[in-house]
């Protein structure tokens, strides 16, 4: 009887076994090295920064502290678009009008453009006149006041971002500038009436927001959702709602750009408005009428004509952000490097090109690599958003900055837009409890206090820790800049 033939020897067993191990350890390493991937880019912009501030400053021998202001200024802008950008971009993201990936791209693009184009102007190094800079006794202590403010600012917004709470920037560098400049200077040094009225910005900002938002969610509701010829009324108050957008844009963008050309007045910005806003109008009419052509009368449909208007909106917020919050990353940085070159101080300097190419590159890198998280937490978590309701808290961001700026008053941007979230979501829940209740009364029946509770549009936990971050951003930026100064001024002493 034959011998059964034997089973092959597998000769590489001992290879295959070390080859999947080899291959399970990479996995593990890049599981773990992901994490590290956006702060390795972020510390690679950092030095970058710092290599082009040696580079371009054109001072030899090379000046160290304008190096590491620079290192500082980049750092600061990081934050800015990791934490103040979400505020324009969340709301399209959570309508579904634009992807994260597409938002992301859009806000890096005119966010650059804006501070490049409108942000080059002169700016007032000291937080807006928030301190004296008379009253700091020489350049060296001004020069450790403003590298405390901005450390201290962005290490305040940093530490904000990972806590998933939108915050003020301007806020956060007033903060720092009010800590440091006490300590170099003493409390006399402060106007406090100033940082009153930024105080005051705190309620003013979100009310503000939330009202005129919540009031053109409920002119939309009225006049185009609750009829019973949907796509007619969209037909007719649609482009009226482009031309307000377009003209508040406008008269915003002429406040911000074109006083770098010519002398513009509230009335001049106006009437650019009221034109563009008029134009577009005109524009929009044929538009909408096309693209509503065959489109069904229910209230799905109606959220496509609001889509585009939605991501054109959030573009032009993106640059009028990249125009207006750029100063905060690079005002004090040209103040430094103003002081260090001058060798006084000043209340307003021109901005060098490589330092606003450093606040500008910034904000978008920061945007990139740490921004998705706010924009989700804005666009989705606070309440749910439609492209409807998103339009609203957009159109409320352009109205608000112009009514602000004609009455004077400091406000925010990010708590104008964030309090336009919130305006939103508590009229859909006074609205929809109004509809219960009436419902209710035709049927003979009444919504009990449990289910109304269960029926709440807006978390209240969310709310509860924006507003605590934005009552001690002041507060903490001002005590850490202030720690910051003093070790400072104890190094270079």
Known sequence: MAAAPKKPVNQWKTLDKDLKRIGRLEEATMFVSRPLIAPGIALAFIVLAGIAATLLMGS??????????????????????????????????????????????????????????????VVKTVAKGIIDPSAVSDAAHFVWAMMSALLAAALWLNLATWLGAPVSTTHSIVGGVVGAGI??????????????????????????????????????????????????????????????????????????GLKQLIKISMLHAVIIGIVVGVAAWAVSVPMIRKQSEGMENRKKSLKALFSMPLVVSAALLSFAHGANDVANAVGPLAAIVHTIEAGDIAEKVNIPLWVMLTGAVGISVGLLLFGPK????????????????????????????????????????????????????????????????????????VVPPEERKRRLLVRRSHMLTVAAAWVITVPASAALAAVLYLILNAVAG
């Open 183 to 256: 300590v170099a200077a003493g409390f006399g040094a402060v106007d406090w009436a100033g940082l009153g009225t930024i105080a005051a910005s705190w309620v003013i900002s979100p009310v503000l927001g939330g009202v005129i938002a919540a009031a053109f969610l409920a002119l939309i509701k009225t006049k185009i959702i609750y009829v019973d010829d949907k796509i007619a009324a969209a037909r007719k108050w649609v482009p009226i709602l482009i031309g307000i957008m377009a003209g508040a844009f406008a008269a915003y963008l002429a406040l911000k």
């Open 374 to 445: 706010l924009i989700r937490m804005v666009g989705s978590q606070i309440t749910k958003l439609n492209p409807m309701r998103a339009y609203c808290v957009a159109l409320s961001a352009a109205i608000t900055v112009i009514v602000a700026s004609w009455l004077g008053l400091p406000v925010s941007s990010t708590h104008i837009a964030v309090g336009g979230i919130f305006g939103v979501g508590f009229y859909r829940e006074w609205h929809a409890e109004r509809r219960a209740r009436q419902l209710g009364l035709q049927k003979g029946k």
């Open 60 to 121: 030899y021998p090379v000046n160290f502290i304008v190096v590491a202001a620079a290192v500082i200024g980049a750092y600061m802008a990081l934050n800015i678009g990791a934490n103040d950008v979400a505020n324009n971009m969340g709301p399209a993201v959570g309508a579904n009008a634009l992807t994260l990936g597409g938002a992301l791209i859009i806000a890096a693009i005119f966010e650059t453009a804006g501070a490049l184009i409108a942000g080059g102007d």
